[in-house]
């Protein structure tokens, strides 16, 4: 079967930094693209940006360059989405998913994460 | 790159059928075939429902249908059934130079 299975929720203070994982399994890890999507509480859907972790390539939608990072242990066949600085306006919940791309964009995505939920609280 | 426009709701009753819209420009549901509609439920991620425009993946009832006409996509759901009470979004491709974009979502009720 195949799966993403996301790390577990986050509490951390603003300034904090952060990394949370996704682990894909029942499939060739590397080569497929990983997506990161962001939802706010109680709203929609954004994605954030994809990583391919066969070579490491990355693409950021432009709202969230230069404020995340993304990154892939192929070894493990887990990514990784950190931040250096919390802010209070980063807590939401995280979806990775496994998106089927093309020239750079994403067409669909078939397999999600159970998401992550980060809080950031003072 | 603009959220796509989607109505914040939509009803129904059991057996019923109901048509969510999905309202783009000619740069990404009007120029290509690759919208995709997702189900969310309350807690739970997003699952793919429609792909390509009209598509659906295996295990997805036939009762989820999708079309388009210019920079308008729609997902009809016939024969509502308690559980597709949810939150459906719109997804298209956008050319090379974007991840993609979502519509704002669309809450269904089924009374």
């Known amino acids: 079967e195949v799966q993403l299975v996301q790390s577990g929720a986050e509490v951390k203070k603003p300034g904090e930094s952060l990394r949370i994982s996704c682990k894909g399994s029942?499939?060739?890890?590397?080569?497929?693209?990983i997506a990161w999507v962001r939802q706010m509480p109680g709203k929609g859907l954004e994605w954030m940006g994809i990583?391919?972790?066969?070579?490491?390539?990355?693409r950021y939608s432009p709202s969230f360059q230069g404020q995340v990072t993304m990154s892939a242990d192929k070894s493990i066949s887990t990514a990784y989405l950190q931040w250096s600085s919390l802010k209070a306006s980063d807590t939401a919940n995280y979806y990775c998913a496994r998106p089927s791309v093309v020239r750079g964009g994403i067409i669909r995505s078939d397999v999600w994460g159970q998401g992550t939920l980060v809080t950031v609280s003072s | 790159q603009s959220a796509l426009t989607q109505p914040p709701s939509a009803s129904g009753s059991p057996g019923q059928s109901v048509t969510i819209s999905c309202t783009g420009t000619s740069s990404d549901v009007g120029a290509y075939n690759y919208v995709s509609w997702y189900q969310q439920h309350p807690g739970e991620a997003p699952k793919l429902m429609i792909y390509?425009?009209?598509k659906r993946p295996s295990g997805v009832p036939d009762r989820f249908s999708g079309s388009k006409s210019a920079n308008t996509a729609s997902l009809t759901v016939s024969g509502l059934q308690a559980e597709d009470e949810a939150d459906y979004y719109c997804s298209s491709y956008a050319g090379s130079n974007s991840l993609g974009v979502f519509g704002g979502g669309t809450k269904l009720t089924v009374l």
């Open positions: 029942g499939y060739s890890f590397t080569n497929y693209w």
């Open positions: 990583i391919y972790p066969g070579d490491a390539d990355t």
């Open positions: 390509e425009v009209s």
